[in-house]
């Protein structure tokens, strides 16, 4: 079934235009709320948003249709996805929602469901919501006395804070580091420096003076340079930027270079496997995630098992075979003993946990193995399907040949965006790098 409203991770698209309108969001709330309305008790939905300025008007529509079918909303404000999740379960909520476009600017917005165990909804399950919002929603108002009530809460970021600390190793302080962090102006401005500093670091905050139009404007993960300046600036131990919504980070080590998502999983992957932490064998990468990483692990007689792009389905993936790490190159890194999605602050508390464990500057604590050659380009097109075209396919198999078996391509279409992602990894690189400007160059002419 095709869908309308729902992409790779919830609805997302510019604000006032289709599909992220006051009316498509009030829908939402009417469809989600009559499904995830179960027995006779009062039925709850819990809200959180980041600091764009269409997320006044983006609540209040979803508040009008989840009380105009008798479900009650607690308001929490800004706070980051992960928090979002982690209270849906936590005040036993039957829904939980996030109005959040992640790392999109701030002219952009959407609307993330979570079930009552704290999980993002299923495709089968955001389905169902859509068909309902085109067929019946005027059935099941609610009857004037059962109308929900709507109140905000006030101690929603106190609550994820003490949550967040509760995952640091209780024998560990973070005192003597100095860490830069990057909230992007974005939905942990007050949560992710109030947590550095209450488990000892000297912080050193930045995109933290949110004013409803610059969100992850040159800041934040997207633009993590800024925060790597800043490193090398103060001479701190250790950096992070967090994007928009918080679930997502990007981090560098003390010389302002960089620390791969890749290199993050390899090292949480050693540090939980050698404490006994690590379950089921192996660590849940994607196609995107790098060669290198495959090797080292199996260095470990650890597995790499690689899902979808999307961390929705590297938590599907990592429910099959009961592992408990996963994540992506972007810095979605996901820790289900510790959350149900993607949480940057978390997967930064662990990074930093056995930074200081070790005693290593984060130089040397965070290069774990060489990264296969890898380059990845994007190419934006304006209509069509330039995936469909004839000499696109053709030119991407030969790309493939061309590499004898000595690499991989991968060629998709962005679930968010009109963009064609290309990635090829490979020992030579060189030819790599020829592959994807092949690809490239066909893929510009079909668009064209």
């Not at 829908?27 to 980041?50: L, Q, S």
């Not at 992850?216 to 340079?225: I, K, M, R």
């Not at 800043?230 to 001479?235: N, P, T, Y």
């Not at 131990?237 to 967090?242: A, E, M, Q, T």
């Amino acid at each position: 079934m095709t869908r309308k409203y729902f992409g790779t991770d919830g609805i997302r698209g510019p604000a006032n235009t289709f599909p992220m309108t006051p009316e498509i969001a009030m829908k939402v709330g009417m469809a989600a709320g009559r499904i995830f309305t179960r027995g006779e008790h009062r039925n709850r939905v819990v809200i959180g948003k980041d600091t764009r300025l269409s997320g006044y008007m983006v609540e209040s529509a979803l508040v009008a249709g989840f009380t105009s079918v008798g479900m009650d909303v607690f308001q929490f404000g800004p706070l980051p996805t992960p928090g979002v999740a982690m209270l849906t379960r936590s005040l036993r909520a039957d829904l939980g929602v996030m109005i959040s476009a992640s790392h999109n600017p701030y002219t952009d917005n959407g609307i993330k469901l979570f079930g009552p165990d704290g999980q993002k909804l299923s495709d089968a399950r955001e389905q169902q919501i859509e068909a309902l919002m085109m067929n019946g929603l005027e059935k099941g108002l609610a009857p004037s006395p059962k109308i929900g009530r709507a109140k905000r809460i006030d101690d929603a970021q106190a609550r994820y804070i003490e949550l967040v600390k509760g995952t640091f190793p209780r024998n560990r302080r973070l005192d003597g580091l100095r860490v830069v962090v990057d909230c992007a102006h974005g939905a942990a401005y007050k949560v992710a420096p109030a947590v550095l500093w209450e488990l000892g670091a000297d912080i050193v905050p930045i995109g933290v003076e949110p004013n409803g139009a610059n969100i992850n404007l040159d800041c934040g993960s997207t633009a993590p340079e800024v925060m790597c300046k800043k490193v090398r600036e103060v001479r701190a131990d250790f950096g992070l930027s967090l994007d928009g919504d918080a679930d997502r980070v990007v981090m560098a080590d003390e010389q302002g270079s960089l620390i791969d998502g890749d290199q993050v999983l390899a090292l949480i992957a050693r540090s939980w496997s050698k404490s006994g932490m690590l379950k089921g064998g192996c660590v849940v990468g994607t196609v995107m995630t790098n060669a290198g990483l495959e090797r080292y692990l199996a260095g470990l007689d650890l597995k790499l098992a690689r899902a979808a792009v999307g961390d929705r389905y590297v938590i599907e993936e990592m429910k099959k075979g009961g592992c408990n790490v996963g994540g992506e190159q972007s810095g979605h890194i996901v820790l289900s003993d510790f959350c149900t999605t993607g949480d940057g602050l978390i997967a930064a508390l662990q990074v930093l946990a056995a930074i200081a464990k070790e005693g290593k500057p984060a130089s040397q604590a965070c290069h774990l193995f060489e990264p296969l050659p890898q380059v990845l380009h994007s190419v934006r097109f304006r209509k069509g399907a330039p995936l469909e075209d004839a000499a696109v396919k053709s030119r991407i198999e030969e790309c493939k040949a061309r590499l004898k078996g000595n690499g991989r391509v991968l060629v998709r279409k962005s679930g968010t965006e009109p963009v064609i992602r290309i990635m090829a990894e490979g020992d030579d690189e060189k030819l790599v790098q020829a592959v994807v400007n092949d690809i490239a160059a066909a893929i510009e002419e079909a668009a064209a």
